[in-house]
């Protein structure tokens, strides 16, 4: 789940309300609808994903849901906040993990990658490019080798 909110800029309700009929397990695709009137999109899944939803689906074949809680119902994002959380004090970090930063972590990576900002205005389903900006901004590495 952490993952996959990680590799697609997922929002939390993203995350927490994504279905079965969203993911193309034989395609290797997931549909991501964007909530806060974003623009939805289609992403590849990785190897690694494909793994772990193939195994989720084989657990919970009827679920509606790809992430359930430990009681099988679907998670909330209060269970989120709490498994970051823990995770987060249980890795030494020393500040608050929110949900809301794997998004942020997404959008630095892939800029700090030299993704252009236009693609990743797409990629994280973004109305706005002014909205996308805050990732390109930060990274002056960007300049480097640019006159060698």
Not at 30 to 45: E, F
Not at 76 to 92: F, P
């Amino acid at each position: 789940m952490i993952l996959m909110g990680y590799i697609h800029g997922l929002r939390c309700s993203e995350l927490v309300s994504l279905q079965w009929h969203q993911l193309d397990l034989k395609s290797g695709s997931i549909a991501i609808t964007r909530l806060k009137q974003g623009n939805n999109s289609v992403h590849p899944l990785t190897a690694k994903e494909l793994q772990m939803l193939k195994r989720l689906r084989r657990n919970e074949p009827n679920s509606r849901y790809v992430f359930l809680s430990q009681r099988g119902q679907p998670m909330t994002r209060q269970n989120v906040n709490v498994i970051l959380k823990d995770l987060g004090i249980a890795a030494g970090i020393e500040i608050p993990v929110f949900p809301h930063a794997l998004r942020h972590s997404c959008g630095y990576k892939l800029s700090n990658e030299g993704k252009d900002t236009r693609s990743l205005q797409w990629y994280l389903g973004h109305k706005n490019i002014q909205n996308t900006v805050r990732y390109a901004e930060l990274n002056a590495n960007r300049f480097n080798d640019w006159w060698v």
